[in-house]
């Protein structure tokens, strides 16, 4: 770094590895209220993840660390995922879950986590948290980047665009095409 701190301007068009710097920064560039409260997980997934990020937190440009605070209800899944610019810890607030990472050599490292204990997923590698508890569970993620990325397994396949033919799916998962059809439609 070649200064104290780095306020992302995030109206600048300007485009660079991170974000150019605001002539004049304030409190208001170095905080946010977003991980006070539960999110609302009201989804197909049952999960909400609430990133603390540069985008929410412009202050963080260039200091390379990010938070989110990720909550669960009874049965809620993160689906399996990848940070291709970070290492995340989670720290457990409440609840308990079960969660894993996938190594290169494909070998799953899982385990379940309780309130106040932490687990480490490396950075690029494929994982996943949920909460097979019959009550709400809640973590707080940090990470070693400003901005780590996510990228959804399924999604990223069978949501692409342009799309991942059809066939090259069916294949690869040894399935028929009409089941990554019907993949395809209840991921929309």
């Known amino acids: 770094m070649l200064q104290d701190l780095c306020v992302a301007d995030l109206a600048s068009a300007v485009k660079v590895n991170g974000f150019v710097c605001k002539a004049k920064a304030n409190a208001t560039d170095f905080t946010t209220v977003a991980l006070k409260l539960p999110g609302n997980t009201n989804n197909k997934f049952r999960a909400l993840v609430t990133p603390a990020n540069v985008m929410q937190v412009p202050g963080l440009n260039t200091l390379g660390v990010s938070m989110a605070r990720i909550d669960y209800a009874p049965g809620g899944l993160n689906p399996p995922h990848t940070?291709?610019?970070?290492?995340?810890?989670?720290?457990?607030?409440?609840?308990?879950?079960?969660?894993?990472?996938?190594?290169?050599?494909?070998?799953?490292?899982?385990?379940?986590?309780?309130?106040?204990?932490?687990?480490?997923?490396?950075r690029g590698l494929l994982h996943f948290q949920m909460n097979n508890g019959n009550s709400p569970a809640a973590v707080i993620a940090g990470f070693n980047s400003q901005f780590p990325g996510t990228q959804q397994a399924a999604a990223a396949l069978f949501n692409a665009t342009p799309p991942v033919p059809d066939d090259v799916l069916a294949k690869a998962f040894q399935i028929g095409v009409v089941d990554v059809q019907k993949i395809k439609m209840n991921l929309k």
């Open 83 to 122: 940070h291709p610019r970070a290492t995340e810890m989670i720290f457990v607030l409440e609840g308990q879950l079960d969660v894993g990472f996938i190594t290169t050599a494909n070998v799953l490292i899982a385990t379940t986590i309780k309130k106040g204990e932490v687990f480490v997923f490396p």
